[in-house]
T-cell receptor
Framework: QQKVQQSPESLSVPEGGMASLNCTSS?????YFWWYRQHSGEGPKALM?????GDKKEGRFTAHLNKASLHVSLHIRDSQPSDSALYFC????????????FGKGTKLSVKS | EAAVTQSPRNKVAVTGGKVTLSCNQT?????MYWYRQDTGHGLRLIHY???????EKGDIPDGYKASRPSQENFSLILELATPSQTSVYFC????????????FGPGTRLTVL
């Protein structure tokens, strides 16, 4: 079973619209959550991290974490064509564990 | 910004041949990782390392070996390449700790014919 599941697989929003991406994990050991973004032809790059319950806002991006339900979301307001990319949710357990577990990704297309 | 480089960027290999993918990082990170990316599977961890001389099996290690001869360098070795290993391979580095970000290289596209 995939330990980190993302939905939807793909998403299309108009320029200026709101994009909402979801992620659910099945491992209660996960304590640290990340969103990574990958533009076509490039390596993934960390977008945001969230480690505590609640919201974390960075510019147009807001991440929300609910540890009780193991649910993480990413909301992008005022979406721009440059936001078109593959978005990965990733999770890690505590301690010195170096491993990140990635979801399969959500492909976001922002149409101008 | 952390710098991770990979070589080669593109590689065509024959079935049964040996392939070595190289990764270098200049940020003195303890941990390094090799992933493969395939459509429908996301990023899957092959091998990782906590420091020079150490290698650990990831989630899909079969058919791959890894080598970490120094803090800066981490190699992925396919002793007997198969067409199923055709993929895009990413190397990453990062510090130890749950909060630590991983920094990815630009990827190597490997085709095994």
């Amino acid at each position: 079973q995939q330990k980190v599941q993302q939905s939807p697989e793909s998403l299309s929003v108009p320029e200026g619209g709101m994009a909402s991406l979801n992620c659910t994990s099945s491992d209660r050991n996960f304590q640290y959550f990340w969103w990574y973004r990958q533009h076509s032809g490039e390596g993934p790059k960390a977008l945001m991290s969230i480690f505590s319950d609640g919201d974390k806002k960075e510019g147009r991006f807001t991440a929300h974490l609910n540890k009780a339900s193991l649910h993480v979301s990413l909301h992008i307001r005022d979406s721009q064509p440059s936001d078109s990319a593959l978005y990965f949710c990733a999770a890690r357990s505590g301690g010195s564990n170096a491993k990140l577990t990635f979801g399969k990704g959500t492909k976001l297309s922002v149409k101008s | 910004e952390a710098a991770v480089t990979q070589s080669p960027r593109n590689k065509v290999a024959v079935t049964g041949g040996k392939v070595t993918l190289s990764c270098n990082q200049t940020n003195n990170h303890n941990n390094m990782y090799w992933y493969r990316q395939d459509t429908g599977h996301g990023l899957r961890l092959i091998h990782y390392s906590y420091g020079a001389g150490s290698t650990e099996k990831g989630d899909i290690p079969d058919g791959y070996k890894a080598s970490r001869p120094s803090q800066e360098n981490f190699s992925l070795i396919l002793e007997l390449a198969t067409p199923s290993q055709t993929s895009v391979y990413f190397c990453a580095s990062g510090e130890t700790g749950g909060y630590a970000e991983q920094f990815f290289g630009p990827g190597t596209r490997l085709t095994v014919l």
